[in-house]
């Protein structure tokens, strides 16, 4: 299984991007989408997951209401929308999946991981 991801870019303050994140290979007949992101010498950090029918969402407390997951299995798909971005939000996203419907927070959870999109937040 890869996952490619995609959309990273710069971006104002308070401005928006959407990433995507495609799955190609067979990652199972139902598995969960997530988002994490890096900063250079921090830990990975959990952002967003999503069910395998889309009907779960768990978020960080730090982008609830700001960011949206959402998925599009019939393109083996998954987004995360990023609004009201701020320059905390700057760092490397990385898109995940897990074998399995059900969503998760914990990156040792996650089975395949997709190589990273910068995004960078100015103020």
């Known amino acids: 299984v890869q996952l490619q991801a995609s959309g990273g870019g710069l971006v104002q303050a308070g401005g928006s991007l959407r990433l995507s994140c495609s799955a190609s290979g067979h990652p199972g007949s139902r598995y969960s989408m997530g988002w994490f992101r890096q900063v250079p010498g921090k830990e990975r950090e959990f952002v967003a997951s999503i069910g395998w029918s889309g009907g779960y969402t768990y978020y960080a407390d730090s982008v609830k209401g700001r960011f949206t997951i959402t998925r599009d299995n019939a393109k083996n798909t998954e987004y995360l929308q990023m609004n009201s971005l701020r320059p905390e939000d700057t760092a490397v996203y990385y898109c995940?999946?897990?074998?399995?419907?059900?969503?998760?927070?914990?990156?040792?959870?996650?089975?395949?991981w997709g190589q990273g999109t910068q995004v960078t937040v100015s103020s």
């Open positions: 995940a999946a897990k074998n399995g419907a059900g969503p998760a927070r914990e990156d040792r959870m996650y089975d395949y």
